[in-house]
């Protein structure tokens, strides 16, 4: 087994006992570090510091270097997966992600297929393998994939939407061609995943941003279902040790028991839920991982550690609690903000967990 400094992250979601509560943030690598901003710029786009495998590791380290986080993420983005499909992923500045080559036809459905991860997504392993190396034990490194149903939100609309109105119209009016992409995006989710595991993350991460949009029947039939076909498809061991996954749908929480009850080691929660209900509700046959407002991020330090405390107590000191916020931490963040949020974090928790 590889050495591993700090396993708590990985213990918590195993729902082993811990000394303290572990802290990650998702996008904890991002705009709203300088030292991000700088490494962006020199990097050129924000696709080209995905694909410069030094500079990708460089920021991965960055929250590392400020904070005492018990986790990395790999940097990387949900969208290179259909890009490596032939979709054409680009960045207008400002406006968020868009495809040049959005699906629109049938035919281009029919032709689409799963890329082989260690050939056109071979730079998001070089990434994995040298983060893994320069990280050398200290915490564990996560790895990811966007759902299938949110990855074909962005390859049917071309672009972030409102309404989904594209997408939804092809789930509800073809359904066979939308479960023909969804079939095919999660053979590609779980071969990108398991090719991550085998170039070196510890724990993987599927997000499924989007299916909090759908009706729960809908939910069932075009996102929980392939969740479910992603873990059952994930590398469980490697290394000697389990390789835990998470689940985070964002809007989720109604449909909380059924997520619980895929198989993932982990599920994610938004800040909409208390987590307290949320433990309630699925017990201790997952972990939890959430679920702080990103938006309290904002208020003075003092705040931030109220509300950091108002989460930790609610879950309470049982063994299978993740802390993180309940989205990606914004661009607009004031840095010193999420030192008040992981130094409460540990040091709450280790009163909770010694008590
Ligand atoms: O958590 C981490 O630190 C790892 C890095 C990470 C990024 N994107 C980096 C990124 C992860 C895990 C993602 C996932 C992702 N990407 C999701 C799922 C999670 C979520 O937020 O719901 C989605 C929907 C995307 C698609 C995407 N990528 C969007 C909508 C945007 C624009 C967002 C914005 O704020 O402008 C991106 C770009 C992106 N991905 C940035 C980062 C740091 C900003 C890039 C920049 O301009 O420097």
């Avoid at 406006?95 to 260690?118: K, V």
């Amino acid at each position: 087994m590889s050495r591993l400094e700090n396993d708590t992250f990985l213990r918590a979601l195993a729902r082993q006992p811990v000394d303290y509560t572990p802290v990650w943030m998702m996008r904890q690598a991002g705009r709203y570090l300088p030292e991000y901003r700088e490494t962006r710029a020199r990097a050129g786009s924000f696709l080209d510091l995905c694909k410069n495998t030094d500079l990708a590791c460089e920021v991965t380290l960055q929250p590392l270097a400020r904070y005492p986080l018990d986790a990395a993420i790999l940097f990387s983005d949900i969208l290179t997966v259909p890009d490596a499909m032939g979709l054409g992923l680009y960045f207008a500045e400002g406006e968020g992600p868009r495809f040049e080559r959005p699906l629109r036809e049938e035919w281009e459905i029919r032709n689409l297929s799963a890329p082989d991860p260690n050939v056109e997504l071979r730079y998001v392993m070089d990434a994995v393998s040298e983060i893994r190396r320069a990280l050398n034990g200290s915490v564990p490194l996560i790895g990811f994939a966007g759902s299938p149903w949110t990855l074909a939100c962005y390859m049917v609309e071309g672009r972030s939407s409102s309404d989904y109105r594209q997408i939804k119209t092809m789930a509800y009016a073809r359904p066979d061609l939308m479960h023909h992409i969804l079939s095919v995006a999660a053979d590609a989710v779980v071969a990108y995943l398991n090719a991550q595991i085998e170039a070196g993350a510890q724990a993987v991460m599927v997000f499924d941003s989007w299916g909090g949009v759908l009706s729960e029947a809908a939910y069932r039939e075009f996102s929980l279902a392939y969740l479910e076909r992603v873990v059952a498809g994930l590398t469980r061991e490697r290394e000697g040790r389990r390789v835990p996954s998470i689940v985070f749908t964002k809007g989720g929480g109604l449909w909380l028991e059924s997520i619980a009850a895929i198989g993932s080691d982990g599920v994610g929660l938004d800040w909409t839920m208390d987590i307290g209900r949320a433990r309630a509700l699925v017990g201790d046959r997952v972990a939890l991982q959430g679920n702080l407002d990103p938006n309290v991020l904002f208020a003075p330090p003092e705040v931030v550690a109220r509300e950091a405390c108002r989460v930790l107590d609610a879950f309470g000191p049982h063994p299978g609690h993740v802390f993180n916020l309940g989205h990606g931490i914004s661009q607009f963040t004031p840095p010193e903000s999420v030192d008040a949020l992981v130094e409460t974090v540990h040091r709450h928790s280790r009163r909770l967990h010694a008590a």
